[in-house]
Structure formats: structure tokens, C-alpha cells
T-cell receptor, first 113, second 114 residues
Framework: DAGITQSPRHKVTETGTPVTLRCHQTENHRYMYWYRQDPGHGLRLIHYSYGVKDTDKGEVSDGYSVSRSKTEDFLLTLESATSSQTSVYFC????????????FGEGSRLTVL | GQQVMQIPQYQHVQEGEDFTTYCNSSTTLSNIQWYKQRPGGHPVFLIQLVKSGEVKKQKRLTFQFGEAKKNSSLHITATQTTDVGTYFCAGISYSGAGSYQLTFGKGTKLSVIP
């Protein structure tokens, strides 16, 4: 498996609290992605990064922000969590943007009460 | 925007039976990828198809890309319990200015009855 670590793997939080999920890679891949996976919706892109401090929105970016201060780390922040953000979040990395193989992390399960 | 439809949503088969999942795009694709996600796991890349009419095999798995590059299929021959999981297609289309868009289908969840 590719060297991708997500933390925390599981988190339960309350509505209105901030949450940060971390994705760490050891592959030195340029592109990093955050997806959420929900029953009936498959995998939906939240945000992605194409380099240090370079990020862009995906199809479901509302309520989320990201930061990438180092090549290896990509953070996803929910400034004020809502119950609709209860989901499984996957980080992914790739060598090329949207044309090459995606390597996924093991996922972070977030429950917002 | 690009839409990728995948059917069926669920499939239950007896062990040893064949299984097929289909992926259809609203636009012509450049490439298509297939991923497998085991229960409780993360998606894992299986293959990428690039050419019109392309057929690729991986042991009991056969992947096809349609002639018009708008549809694809994954066929598993003689399913085994190890095939259990959700299979996703991901359609890749050119969106202009040297950029590509990747869109996942919603997946087909395969259950295999021993």
C-alpha cells in the first residue's frame, strides 16, 4: 500500500465544534485529494491540492477548508461541524491530476452528533 | 457537468456465478478507471482503460471500454467470496485548457453467497 496515513481514524464530535482531519503521505506525490463517501452518493470530491499552498474546490466544498503547508501533509477542516458532515472521509494522492491512479488512505470516520 | 451512472447498485450472486457491473457516461471519456473497495476498507485501483474498444483481463476479471468511449463494464467470471465489495468506475474527461475531470460512479455493491 502507498504510504498514506489519515488521522484520526475515528472521531465523534458535537454540532458546532471545529474538526481537523490530517492526511500524511510519504510518497512525495504532488496531488492530494479529500473525498467524502456516503451511502447512495459514492465518492465525492471536497477539495484538492496541486502543490504546497495550492488548493482548489471540488464538487462538495461548502463547509470545508483545506491547507497544505508541506508536500506531505494535507489538512481538512470543518470550521463548525454539522450533522450533514457525518461521513467517511478519504484522502487520496496521485502523481498526475485526474488522469492517473489514485492511492487512497484508510479513511476517517466522522460522526457529528 | 459530467455524470457517470453505474448499474446495478447492488448485486447478490451465488458463489460460482458470473457478475457484471456497467458504467455509462453522459460525455465522451478520455479514460476510465476501476476501483474495488472491500467492506470497511478503502478504494483500491484495479485498472485504467484508454483506447476505444479496449478489453483487458486480470485473472477472472474482464474490463471493457466501449467503442464510443462512453461506457465500460467489469465482468467477473465464477465469483468467489473474495470478490465481495463495492466496485467503482471513475470516468475521466477532458475539460479544456489541458485539464481533466474525474468523476466516480456510485458503485455496485457485490455480495457473494457461499
Amino acid at each position: 500500500d502507498a504510504g498514506i496515513t489519515q488521522s484520526p481514524r475515528h472521531k465523534v464530535t458535537e454540532t458546532g465544534t471545529p474538526v481537523t482531519l490530517r492526511c500524511h503521505q510519504t510518497e512525495n506525490h504532488r496531488y492530494m485529494y479529500w473525498y467524502r463517501q456516503d451511502p447512495g452518493h459514492g465518492l465525492r470530491l471536497i477539495h484538492y491540492s496541486y502543490g504546497v499552498k495550492d488548493t482548489d474546490k471540488g464538487e462538495v466544498s461548502d463547509g470545508y477548508s483545506v491547507s497544505r503547508s508541506k508536500t506531505e501533509d494535507f489538512l481538512l477542516t470543518l470550521e463548525s461541524a454539522t450533522s450533514s458532515q457525518t461521513s467517511v472521509y478519504f484522502c487520496a494522492i496521485s502523481v498526475t491530476h485526474n488522469t492517473g491512479e489514485l492511492f487512497f488512505g484508510e479513511g476517517s470516520r466522522l460522526t457529528v452528533l | 457537468g459530467q455524470q457517470v451512472m453505474q448499474i446495478p447498485q447492488y448485486q447478490h450472486v451465488q458463489e460460482g456465478e458470473d457478475f457484471t457491473t456497467y458504467c455509462n457516461s453522459s460525455t465522451t471519456l478520455s479514460n476510465i478507471q476501476w476501483y474495488k473497495q472491500r467492506p470497511g476498507g478503502h478504494p483500491v485501483f484495479l485498472i485504467q482503460l484508454v483506447k476505444s474498444g479496449e478489453v483487458k483481463k486480470q485473472k477472472r476479471l474482464t474490463f471493457q471500454f466501449g467503442e464510443a468511449k462512453k461506457n465500460s463494464s467489469l465482468h467477473i467470471t465464477a465469483t468467489q467470496t473474495t470478490d465481495v465489495g463495492t466496485y467503482f468506475c471513475a470516468g475521466i474527461s477532458y475539460s479544456g485548457a489541458g485539464s481533466y475531470q474525474l468523476t466516480f460512479g456510485k458503485g455496485t455493491k457485490l455480495s457473494v453467497i457461499p
